[in-house]
């Protein structure tokens, strides 16, 4: 078993910046890709940024040069900086990471996060 926990969101003006964490517990050294996803209100879940456990990163085209996704495995943490914010970032973000068997994988609850214009 794995449990998240996330932090780090808030009210932000535009053109601001936030960092999310993610602190993982349970199982973690299971643990392969790193992630997070957004949910507006009436919007399909977008996958916002990935980081496998050899440190490759991948980002959705909406927030590609304006976030940077990283990981402390030794802290077993995953971080979302998100910089030059748009208020259509406003969205609950949620954490997860993909077990080493292919098959389970593991959601934090989310913060939120307000980007006002």
């Known amino acids: 078993q794995v449990q998240l926990v996330e932090s780090g969101g808030g009210l932000v003006q535009a053109g601001g910046s936030l960092r999310l964490s993610c602190v993982v517990s349970g199982s973690t050294f299971q643990i392969t890709t790193m992630g997070w996803y957004r949910q507006a209100p009436s919007k399909q879940r977008e996958l916002v940024a990935t980081?496998?456990?050899?440190?490759?990163?991948r980002y959705a085209d909406s927030v590609k040069g304006r976030s940077t996704i990283s990981r402390d495995n030794a802290k077993n943490t995953v971080y979302l900086e998100m910089n030059s914010l748009l208020p259509e970032d406003t969205a609950v973000y949620c954490c997860?990471?993909?077990?080493?068997?292919?098959?389970?994988?593991?959601w934090g609850q989310g913060t939120q996060v307000t980007v006002s214009s």
């Open positions: 997860y990471v993909n077990m080493r068997n292919g098959r389970d994988n593991y």
């Open positions: 980081i496998r456990i050899d440190g490759n990163t």
